[in-house]
């Protein structure tokens, strides 16, 4: 009896185990259609470059050397290979390849890909999934969002569909199709991590984050959807190894459709300018402003006869919305700013001073190299800080006229001195500071490696600091 009760919970566990797989089975997604459906579409993407190098020192590297050198040189500024990590250069004039993947978005032959994929390239070679080889034409680039448009001499292609990227939601699975390391047609899935990520080096582009493994050769492929939509462009990940390391990012499919139709149109594209630098707001900012939870964009400085100066905003606003659009964090303000175009005037929800106000921007063209907001950066990265003017109301409290209060400590001559973030800044080499135009005037004149007296107040307590400036 014993030994049958034995057999029949062994068959019982052994059915239920059966069904528990097919059922994790049955939830998992059948890409196969999909990839069947898509591929065709997808083309891989290479160079040739000529190089005036004349080292005697140099020596010719492998292919796949060359490969991951572009990785290197797009997402760290630094070559692997070579003494010194560093490449070598050729001793004489040489071609060189760089391999990434790209998609067709029409039956003429239009072509999208990463503008990294082919920046300075003089010869690209688009190869179809049958084989096919092209040489194409640069139609235009944008290196804000990392795009490129080619064009090739061909007709009746297959075209990827778009998708929607704003419908995605973290969790989603998504598929890439692509060329790591030159191997063809490589597919690789995963899900949605987060959405509307804002990485260091890019400040404009609310990358899709996913778990997709994405190599050297991914660059400029597409992301789909379980649709067989293209909701994104895979661009860059992030490694401390030089390899995969689960952390993917990709550029929005809205995104991309509204640079592509500006490249058909004019080769480049034109973009909307508020002229304001702007910062996340945590709890602590949220408090000392008087929100009730952190969000929105905190302006930290608006830039001298910028289109924020002249429609009325001012440093310590707090931009809740912009049009239509909530903002949450102020990684989404210049991607909104951004799809506008110059003249277009937007109703702008702030918060100002304890309460709610709406103001109309009348916005610009973007220049093409904002010098002034150049040298802001440059300022900021000098004093391992960011300031913003304090407010009336934060003036009256502290019983003082004006001043500048520290919205956050970079690294650098802050950290070295002792600042803090949400120290106010009343003197600085025995000159009164009275705003964030009067404090950096003062900041081009100190001289390096001298201490100058710097008063603060931290906590409502005032104290004099020594304050060193060094390179």
Do not use: C
């Not at 179809?128 to 448009?149: F, K, M, Q």
């Not at 990358?207 to 050297?216: E, G, L, M």
């Not at 956050?408 to 973030?421: D, I, P």
């Amino acid at each position: 009896m014993n030994r049958m009760l034995k057999k029949t919970n062994v068959l019982a566990i052994s059915f239920l185990m059966f069904f528990s797989t097919l059922a994790s089975a049955v939830d998992l997604p059948d890409f196969t259609e999909l990839v069947e459906s898509a591929s065709p579409a997808v083309v891989n993407i290479s160079t040739e470059q000529t190089s005036n190098n004349n080292s005697n020192k140099s020596k010719q590297l492998s292919p796949e050397a060359e490969e991951l050198n572009e990785f290197f040189r797009h997402f760290f500024g630094q070559k692997p290979f070579g003494q010194g990590g560093q490449q070598h250069p050729a001793p004489q004039q040489r071609q060189r390849n760089s391999l990434g993947s790209g998609f067709i978005v029409s039956k003429d032959g239009y072509v999208l890909t990463n503008n990294h994929v082919i920046d300075g390239a003089d010869v690209i070679h688009v190869r179809l999934n049958d084989r096919r080889e092209y040489i194409a034409t640069l139609v235009g680039t944008d290196p804000r969002t990392d795009l490129a448009l080619l064009k090739i001499e061909a007709t009746d292609l297959p075209t990827v569909n778009m998708g929607d990227s704003d419908k995605l939601k973290a969790g989603q699975w998504v598929l890439a199709i692509g060329s790591p390391f030159g191997f063809d047609y490589t597919v690789t899935a995963g899900i949605v991590s987060a959405l509307g990520r804002n990485l260091p080096s890019d400040n404009y582009v609310p990358f899709i984050q996913t778990d997709v493994a994405i190599n050297p050769g991914n660059s400029g492929g597409p992301l789909f959807n379980l649709e067989g939509e293209v909701v994104g462009i895979n661009s860059q990940i992030y490694t401390r190894s030089g390899g995969f390391m689960g952390v993917s990012f990709a550029i929005p499919s809205n995104l991309v459709m509204s640079v592509v139709e500006q490249l058909k149109s004019d080769g480049k594209v034109s973009r909307a300018w508020l002229g304001v630098i702007i910062q996340d707001i945590n709890n602590d900012l949220a408090e000392s402003f008087g929100l009730e939870r952190p969000a929105g964009a905190l302006v930290s400085r608006v830039l001298p006869d910028s289109p924020a100066e002249r429609s009325g905003l001012q440093a310590g606003d707090i931009i809740l919305e912009f049009g239509d659009e909530v903002i949450e964090h102020s990684a989404e303000l210049p991607y909104r700013v951004g799809g506008m175009k110059a003249g277009d005037k937007v109703k702008t929800l702030i918060y100002r001073d304890g309460r709610e106000k709406t103001l109309t921007l009348t916005l610009d063209a973007r220049p093409d190299d904002p010098q002034l907001l150049t040298q802001t950066q440059q300022e900021q990265n000098r004093l391992g800080m960011s300031v913003t003017d304090l407010s009336a109301d934060e003036a009256g409290k502290l019983n003082i006229e004006g001043g500048v209060v520290i919205t956050q400590v970079l690294g650098g001559n802050a950290a070295r001195n002792g600042l803090q973030q949400g120290d106010v800044i009343t003197m600085l080499n025995s000159q009164a500071v009275k705003n964030v135009g009067s404090f950096s005037q003062i900041v081009k004149e100190l001289p390096n490696n001298r201490s100058v007296p710097m008063r603060v107040i931290r906590d409502g307590y005032p104290m004099f600091i020594p304050f060193k400036m060094t390179e």
